[in-house]
T-cell receptor
Framework: AQSVTQLGSHVSVSEGALVLLRCNYS??????LFWYVQYPNQGLQLLLK??????LVKGINGFEAEFKKSETSFHLTKPSAHMSDAAEYFC????????????FGKGTTLSVSS | DTGVSQDPRHKITKRGQNVTFRCDPI?????LYWYRQTLGQGPEFLTY????????KSRLLSDRFSAERPKGSFSTLEIQRTEQGDSAMYLC??????????????FGPGTRLTVL
């Protein structure tokens, strides 16, 4: 069975500071991993995904994540936070057979202060 | 490509009533998924379709829930005899035919259901 744990339900940073959102996964097979962002009253938007190619994945809006098999982690980072980054972020895992359902973590709310 | 659309965006109903939601996927996307998201939680998988065939159903999908995708295009999700515990955001997503490891699920804006 696959699962995702997001450490920290709420992260607060100052504008311009480093953003680090943590995600650990459990999977019996090498998984596909995703980060989605959700703004209030909106659906989910894909930030980036890992599908067994490069372990450092770059996404939209300056975000990136690194797949670390030894740590079963896929943490999301951004060097410099912007006010517009305030949202809820979800890490998700899926079986590497394409087209299967995503299993999501509980999410991390990112707050950015000026 | 106009994205995944869902209708209605909000639905308020009384306990015991039936409700139906609609999802229009991105055109030519063969896979269509339904998820449910409750407050403070991540989305949870309910069911998915490959064209008109319903291929997988979660144990969360009780017998009060039914989903259809009659012509392999839009899909409907019906909840019969709604309960207060059904209050949630219902999300629809679509993706291209599987076979590509980079297949991505694109989400709609969701339908927020409130059961009074």
């Amino acid at each position: 069975a696959q699962s995702v744990t997001q450490l920290g339900s709420h992260v607060s940073v100052s504008e311009g500071a480093l953003v680090l959102l943590r995600c650990n996964y459990s999977s019996s097979v090498p998984p596909y991993l995703f980060w989605y962002v959700q703004y209030p009253n909106q659906g989910l938007q894909l930030l980036l995904k890992y599908t067994s190619a490069a372990t450092l994945v770059k996404g939209i809006n300056g975000f990136e994540a690194e797949f670390k098999k030894s740590e079963t982690s896929f943490h999301l980072t951004k060097p410099s936070a912007h006010m517009s980054d305030a949202a809820e972020y979800f890490c998700a895992v899926s079986h590497p057979r394409a087209g299967t359902a995503l299993i999501f973590g509980k999410g991390t709310t990112l707050s950015v202060s000026s | 490509d106009t994205g995944v659309s869902q209708d209605p965006r909000h639905k308020i109903t009384k306990r015991g009533q039936n409700v139906t939601f609609r999802c229009d996927p991105i055109s030519e996307h063969n896979r269509l998924y339904w998820y449910r998201q409750t407050l403070g939680q991540g989305p949870e998988f309910l069911t998915y379709f490959q064209n008109e065939a319903q291929l997988e159903k979660s144990r969360l999908l009780s017998d009060r829930f039914s989903a259809e995708r009659p012509k392999g295009s839009f899909s409907t999700l019906e909840i019969q005899r709604t309960e207060q515990g059904d209050s949630a955001m219902y999300l629809c997503a679509s993706s291209l035919v599987p076979g590509s490891p980079t297949d991505t699920q694109y989400f709609g804006p969701g339908t927020r259901l409130t059961v009074l």
